[in-house]
Structure formats: structure tokens, C-alpha cells
Nanobody, 119 residues
Framework: QVQLVESGGGLVQAGGSLRLSCAAS????????MGWFRQAPGNEREFVAI????????TYADSVKGRFTISRNNAENTVTLQMNSLKPADTAVYYC????????????WGQGTQVTVSS
């Protein structure tokens, strides 16, 4: 059974940092891209960042560019989101997901981890 489990969320003051981790199990994901998304109350889920299967290519939403860094460790089947200079607008539930091979959609999702940034 495929499972993605996020961790590392919490409460932080504006300007602070958090490091989110996503552990994948059930199969290897070293051959697929993995991404982070977030959803704030009352808003639709939005893209945050994506990393290619080998970590060679990363893409970020404009709202987090320069502040967030996505990375992965294929040997450990994990993907990480380092979040710096956090803002109250970053408050949301953060989800990791795996991109469907050869497709543009995402086929597996974690349960999410709450990030709250206080002003």
C-alpha cells in the first residue's frame, strides 16, 4: 500500500523557518517527480513546489520563490521543503504528492501537515 506521510509542521512566528518532510512507503518513487501543495482555509489547494525524479530540476510558485527550497533523497524515499522567512500568508495545510509517470496530474497524496505563521 502506497503511503505518503508529512511531518514538521507547527506554529512559528513571521520571519521564522520550518522544515517539512514527506516519507514515502509502499514502493519506490525515485523515478517520479514529487511536489508540495498547500491549502489555506476557504481557499483552493495551490501548487508550492515540484522536484524532478533526480532532483535536477525544481520549480516554485512565485509566492515562495527565494524563500522555500525543495529537495529529495531517493535512497530514503523522502522529499523535504525548507521554508524560510515565513509569512502569515504561508499559513496552510501542506501536502506532498507524487506526479503520475508521464502525466501532469498527481496520483498519491499525503494527509497533510499544518503550518501556522503568526504575525
Amino acid at each position: 500500500q502506497v503511503q505518503l506521510v508529512e511531518s514538521g509542521g507547527g506554529l512559528v512566528q513571521a520571519g521564522g523557518s520550518l522544515r517539512l518532510s514527506c516519507a514515502a512507503s509502499g514502493r519506490t518513487f525515485s523515478h517520479v517527480a514529487m511536489g508540495w501543495f498547500r491549502q489555506a482555509p476557504g481557499n483552493e489547494r495551490e501548487f508550492v513546489a515540484i522536484i524532478s525524479w533526480n532532483g535536477g530540476t525544481t520549480t516554485y510558485a512565485d509566492s515562495v520563490k527565494g524563500r522555500f527550497t525543495i529537495s529529495r533523497n531517493n535512497a530514503e524515499n523522502t522529499v523535504t521543503l525548507q521554508m524560510n522567512s515565513l509569512k502569515p500568508a504561508d499559513t496552510a495545510v501542506y501536502y506532498c504528492a507524487t506526479r503520475r509517470p508521464g502525466g501532469a496530474d498527481y496520483d498519491y497524496w499525503g494527509q497533510g501537515t499544518q503550518v501556522t505563521v503568526s504575525s
